[in-house]
């Protein structure tokens, strides 16, 4: 499964290799990810990040959803939901 972080392309700089990169914040936090699948994307976009590469475009509302969900998650998580805590392997079944 993978999972896609959305964040807001704040600006767009290209390496002595051409490579596209851009500078994304993610909640207050700000990282270095590749535009090369994404050659369409413009600062003040909201992009999805998955493994340090923009994959698609999202739009503000989409991104604000996606936020809030993982919000949701984490408060189940400190709270000791068992459906959200341990790390499952392939059978669906919590690893120890």
Do not use: N, W
Not at 11 to 38: H, N, P, Q, W
């Amino acid at each position: 499964m993978c999972l896609g972080i959305p964040g807001k392309l704040l600006e767009i700089t290209e390496d002595e290799t051409s490579l596209r990169m851009g500078k994304v914040e993610f909640g207050g936090i700000a990282k270095d990810v590749c535009l090369a699948y994404l050659p369409e994307a413009q600062v003040g976009d909201y992009v999805l990040v998955h493994v340090g590469f923009a994959i698609s475009k999202v739009d503000e509302q989409e991104a604000e959803a996606i936020f809030a969900y993982l919000r949701e998650i984490s408060q189940l998580s400190e709270v000791g939901d068992p459906s959200v805590s341990g790390e499952l392997g392939e059978s669906g079944d919590e690893v120890h």
